[in-house]
């Protein structure tokens, strides 16, 4: 198993689900499991700053996650919502909903199920979030956390909103991705950071690529390459 963290616009997502195809890995994208309890909130007319009525909606939503790189899926109550986790109302709630600690005890209870099952079937995963190195799974065999300076994550988030139709502007992504890392990083329940044993990796002056080589490598030290895989998971 391979824990990637890290804050928004490092490459993060984009590598977890390239390092994941390359190794022969499962996928898990955590964040996306937050984005959908923090849907579900907006749709219920929830107020986001609510942890009382956001813990108890957490406890019913059925929140459901593909965990083939190759096809990213995410679904609530078993429909598909696509796009929509991604949207702006969803970036300005995400961070009150998931800072919530009973919201969190259900999600990396969930998070640990389908890590544990796609180890057992698949042999392998890569997941991706804030807390996997430190919380989720304390004993993975490579931790990675990305970062990147607040210009180029503020570009690249700006270019992937653009990408998928959505009105962005550099000035504006900033602002999102700098109020959500604020927020991520100084909540109360397990709050991001990299694990005092991660591999902390500066992506500021590199490509996707570049920084897959990297990790490729890192993961082939760890001996997580090829059959070995599942082994050094476990
Ligand atoms: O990775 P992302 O941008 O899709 O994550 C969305 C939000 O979810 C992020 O602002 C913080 C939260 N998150 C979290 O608290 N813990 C995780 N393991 C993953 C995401």
Redesign the pocket.
Same mark, same amino acid.
């Given at each position: 198993m391979v824990a990637l963290d890290g804050p /928004?616009g490092t490459g993060k997502?984009t590598v977890a689900r390239k390092l994941a195809a390359t190794l022969g890995a499962g996928y898990l994208d955590?964040?996306?499991m937050?984005?959908l309890v923090t849907l579900a909130v907006l749709r219920a007319g929830i107020d986001p700053q609510d942890p009382g009525a956001v813990a108890a909606l957490a406890s019913e939503v059925e929140v459901g996650v593909g965990t083939d790189p190759a096809r990213p899926r995410a679904q609530l109550g078993g429909q598909e919502v696509g796009e929509e986790i991604r949207t702006e109302p969803v970036n300005a709630a995400? /961070?009150a909903v998931?800072a919530v600690p009973e919201v969190r005890e259900i999600l990396v209870a969930g998070q640990r199920r389908i890590i544990a099952h796609v180890l057992d079937t698949v042999g392998g995963i890569v997941v991706d979030?804030?807390?996997?190195g430190t919380v989720v799974a304390p004993d993975a065999p490579l931790k990675v956390f990305l970062t990147a300076s607040p210009e180029v994550r503020a570009a690249r988030r700006s270019a992937q909103d653009s990408a998928a139709g959505r009105k962005s502007t550099t000035a504006a992504a900033r602002a999102s991705v700098e109020r959500?890392d604020e927020l991520?990083s100084t909540r109360t329940a397990s709050p991001m950071r990299p694990a005092g044993d991660a591999v902390v990796f500066d992506t500021s002056d590199l490509n996707i690529e570049q920084v897959l080589v990297a990790l490729s490598e890192l993961a082939s030290q760890r001996g997580l390459l090829g059959g070995e895989f599942a082994e050094a998971c476990r």
């Open positions: /928004s997502t955590t964040g996306a937050y984005r995400v /961070s998931s979030g804030r807390d996997i959500r991520d």
